[in-house]
């Protein structure tokens, strides 16, 4: 069994972003609260309004979590309509960017960027959404210098409204033994504030060699992360409405992969959501769960637990309803 720990116990955080800087942990979560808004396939329910950022400086499983307070928030961002989803931060030159999903006035996902001088903000948005990028959950992976953006998601994430970067009359959801919606993958820019290449498709074979079809319980859904481990490159996700976090492996950031696991069973709540990182000698694993609200799948409560691989660098898979 593995043992795990409730992050923010007073808040409902969720999608955390972590990553480590001058010897500490930063996690940027999406900020859940209670906007009363139904539940819907649509995920109106998601209705973010604003990110605090959190730091911790020893064990993960013990040490103090400090609240640096709010860092952004859809007030300040002057295109911005409603829902800010899961972000990421990237580090350049001593400045960090923060890469958020947004839906804009016509209610379309688009990525925002806000800039600081510190990991802790105040970050402070760009007048306008960065061109040629849509849907959702921004992951940007740096590697031999170049900083990769990895994104996408099903349903509301509203990725099935694109192909080959074009937006559709009308949305296509692949079915059946069809090839399943690919993640996309694209660079930065120098200056971190535009996409230095048209997305990309990030392509997942399946153990047999062949592209995952849109029925395979272990299809992207949403939620991309990438790390790197013994020189290969563990692009992860969510698998949405079959609830697991699943990973697949590359020789290259921009893949192809290959699908090798689960790396956490489903947890209490529709979504499930994570990133990996090691820090302090060991891997990490923080995720989120509906445990503390006893279910209710738009309050969603921050979770770390240590997170192992065997000798052939397969991950161990976590069970997602362990304490
Ligand atoms: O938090 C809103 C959305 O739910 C995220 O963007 C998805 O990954 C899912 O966790």
Known sequence: MTQKRYLVPDDFMADPSVHVWDGKLYIYPSHDWESGIPENDNGDHFN???????????????????????????????????????????RKDGKYYLYFPLKDQNDIFRMGVAVADSPTGPFVPQPDPVRGMYSIDYCVFEDA?????YFGGLWGGQLQRYRNNKAL?????????????????TTLADNMLQIASEPADLLILDK??????ANDPHRFFEASWMHKYNGKYYFS?????????????????????????????????????????EYQGRWWLFHHDSVPSGGRTWLRSLKVCPLDYDEDGNIITIEGLDK
């Not at 300040?76 to 972000?87: H, V």
């Not at 047999?208 to 079809?213: A, C, E, L, S, T």
Request: glycine share 10%.
């Open 169 to 185: 009359e009308a949305a296509v959801l692949p079915e059946g033994d069809q090839p399943a919606l690919c993640p996309k993958v």
């Open 48 to 90: 973010m309004k604003d990110y605090h950022v959190f730091s911790i400086d020893g064990d993960p499983m013990s040490a103090p979590v400090t609240d640096h307070g709010l860092i952004l928030k859809v007030e300040d961002i002057p295109w911005a309509g409603r829902q800010l989803w899961d972000c990421d931060v990237a």
């Open 237 to 277: 996700y969510s698998t949405g409405d079959t609830h697991y976090l699943c990973y697949a492996v590359g020789d290259s950031p921009t893949g192809p992969f290959t699908y090798r696991g689960v790396i956490l069973t489903p947890v209490v709540g529709w979504t499930t959501h994570h990133s990996i990182v």
């Open 208 to 213: 047999d060699g062949n592209p995952m079809k």
């Open 145 to 149: 210098g170049k900083h990769y953006v």
